[in-house]
């Protein structure tokens, strides 16, 4: 697309800093929240969603796709079970592992230690930042 001279390529008036997911093949059902400092008993959690979580690892997992693992989350009231089913497999680089887990027999304990969990995620930096940043512009 040429620029007539003497003018500049139109900019939009606000972008948003927040990515939004514009994938029409995107199969997810539920919105993801980013994740910082979380660790759980199988490495660290990235982000999570109301159907599951994303987890890098250094080690390579022991288990394969549609496996039940059982782990422990290091949640905001310390530490709760979680049970979930492998849906995926990736290895990133030579040494990160990641893996998506589909939880599976939430239990309203569990559901109330995730909402939480959720919940803490609004004053992640990455987020907050995101939020300080659309507000200012």
Not at 25 to 31: K, L, M, P, T
Not at 43 to 68: C, E, N, T, W, Y
Not at 69 to 77: A, K, L
Request: aromatic letters at 8%; charged letters at 25%; hydrophobic letters at 35%.
């Amino acid at each position: 697309m040429a620029v007539p001279s003497g003018t500049l390529p139109r900019r939009p008036r606000n972008p948003s800093p927040i990515p939004t997911n514009s994938f029409p093949d995107c199969q997810r059902a539920h919105g993801r929240v980013v994740l910082e400092a979380v660790r759980c008993s199988l490495g660290d959690a990235l982000d999570a969603s109301a159907a599951g979580m994303r987890i890098r690892a250094v080690r390579r997992p022991s288990f394969d796709k549609h496996d039940v693992v059982c782990f422990t989350v290091q949640g905001c009231d310390g530490p709760f079970p979680v049970k979930g089913e492998v849906m995926w497999v990736k290895h990133r680089g030579w040494r990160w592992n990641e893996f998506g887990l589909r939880f599976v027999d939430v239990t309203a304990d569990t559901r109330r230690h995730l909402n939480a969990l959720a919940q803490s995620a609004a004053g992640n930096t990455t987020y907050s930042t995101s939020i300080r940043l659309r507000e200012q512009g």
